[in-house]
C-alpha cells in the first residue's frame, strides 16, 4: 500500500514537472470541495514552480468566493497542456473544458471510476472528499502549502465529509485532517462561518421541506421543489442541494429524492441520499451517478422521475426485507 503510494505521488510530480502550462478543471454545480481542491493545488503548483502557467478553470460560484478567484484563460494561447481533473469521473461533467486542447491528463478523484482514465490517475473511492487526496499529496512531496491554501483543503475536507459526520469519513481521513493542522497551524474554528451561515429564509426553506416532503411505507422521501416555491424563499436552486444532507438522520427516511427544475438546461435535477440502500447505480440508470449514499441524476420528465422514484423505493422495500432476516 505504502509503495502504490508512493508510486503515485511520484508520478504526480513528475507530470506536473513536464508541463509549463497547468489547467485544472473539476465538475460543473461545484461544491467546495471540487472549487477548494482546485484552487489550493492550482496556488501550491505555483507557489513550488513560480514559472509554470497554471489556471482553475470552471464557472464561479458567488458562494464560494471566499475560497479565491477562477481563472479564464485563453485556451487558443495554451500549448502543450496538462489538464488536471479533480472530483469528477466523467468527461460529461467537467466544466470548461469544451475547447480545450490538452497532451494528457493527471486525474485526482474520488468517485467511482468512469469514463476518464489519466494518464496518471489517483481514483480512491475510500477517500472522503478531494481535498483529504490533496493534503496527503502536498504534505508527502515536495508541493509547498501555505496558510491559505491550508485553510481551503480543511474546508473541503469538512463539506465533503459534513463534518466528518458521513461514512465516507476515515481513520486516513483524521490522520490527513492531523497532520494538516499540525502542519499549517491553521485557526480552523473560524472557517466554519464561511460554510455554514445561512439566511433565515433558508432555514424557513428547511422547514417548507420538512412539512411537505412525501414519506412512502417503505421509508422513501420524495419532493419536488417548484420554480415558484423557490422564488417564494428568495433561493437559488441551489439552496435544494444545500440542504438534502440535513434529512439524514431522520428515523422515518430511509432514502429520499429532492428534484428541482433547471430552467436554463430544461432538466429536473435530482438529488439522492440513502442510509439503507447503494443508490448510484439506480442513479446511473438516470443519466446520473456519484457516490454509494450520496448520488444525483438529471431526468427529462415527469415520466422519469416517477420511474426513479418507484426504483428507489423498491429499494428501500427489498432493504427493510434484508435488515428483517
Ligand atoms: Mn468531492
Redesign the pocket.
Known amino acids: 500500500m505504502r509503495t502504490i503510494k508512493r508510486d503515485i505521488y511520484r508520478n504526480i510530480i513528475k507530470i506536473i514537472k513536464k508541463h509549463s502550462t497547468i489547467v485544472i478543471a473539476r465538475h460543473i454545480g461545484p461544491d467546495p470541495?471540487?472549487i477548494a481542491s482546485q484552487i489550493a493545488l492550482r496556488d501550491a503548483i505555483r507557489l513550488t514552480y513560480p514559472e509554470k502557467k497554471v489556471y482553475a478553470v470552471g464557472a464561479g460560484v458567488h458562494k464560494f468566493k471566499y475560497l479565491g478567484n477562477l481563472d479564464k484563460p485563453d485556451y487558443n494561447e495554451l500549448e502543450d497542456v496538462l489538464l488536471i481533473v479533480l472530483?469528477v469521473p466523467n468527461f460529461k461533467r467537467v466544466d470548461g473544458i469544451e475547447d480545450l486542447k490538452y497532451k494528457h491528463i493527471l486525474k485526482i478523484d474520488?468517485h467511482p471510476a468512469e469514463d476518464i482514465i489519466g494518464t496518471v490517475d489517483w481514483t480512491d473511492e475510500d477517500k472522503s472528499?478531494?481535498c483529504e487526496m490533496i493534503t496527503d499529496l502536498l504534505l508527502d512531496t515536495k508541493l509547498e502549502m501555505d496558510t491559505r491554501i491550508a485553510e481551503n483543503l480543511f474546508i473541503g475536507i469538512v463539506f465533503?465529509s459534513d463534518r466528518f459526520l458521513l461514512q465516507n469519513t476515515s481513520l486516513e481521513t483524521f490522520k490527513t485532517v492531523y497532520r494538516l493542522l499540525d502542519y499549517s497551524k491553521i485557526d480552523f474554528a473560524p472557517l466554519y462561518e464561511n460554510l455554514y451561515n445561512r439566511s433565515l429564509n433558508e432555514e424557513k426553506f428547511r422547514a417548507y421541506l420538512t412539512n411537505n416532503i412525501e414519506i412512502s411505507e417503505n421509508g422513501m422521501g420524495f419532493i419536488n421543489v417548484k420554480p415558484e416555491t423557490l422564488e417564494k424563499f428568495k433561493l437559488e436552486i441551489t439552496a435544494v442541494s444545500n440542504q438534502v444532507n440535513n434529512f439524514s438522520f431522520i428515523r422515518e427516511l430511509i432514502c429520499w429524492m429532492f428534484v428541482t427544475y433547471d430552467a436554463k438546461n430544461e432538466i429536473f435535477k435530482v438529488n439522492i441520499r440513502s442510509r439503507g440502500p447503494v443508490v448510484n447505480e439506480i442513479a446511473s440508470r438516470y443519466n446520473g451517478g456519484g457516490h454509494k449514499y450520496a448520488s444525483g441524476a438529471r431526468v427529462k420528465d415527469y415520466e422519469d422521475i416517477e420511474s426513479l422514484r418507484k426504483d428507489l423505493d423498491e429499494a428501500c422495500e427489498e432493504y427493510i426485507k434484508e435488515q428483517e432476516k
Open positions: 470541495d471540487a472530483d474520488h472528499s478531494t465533503d
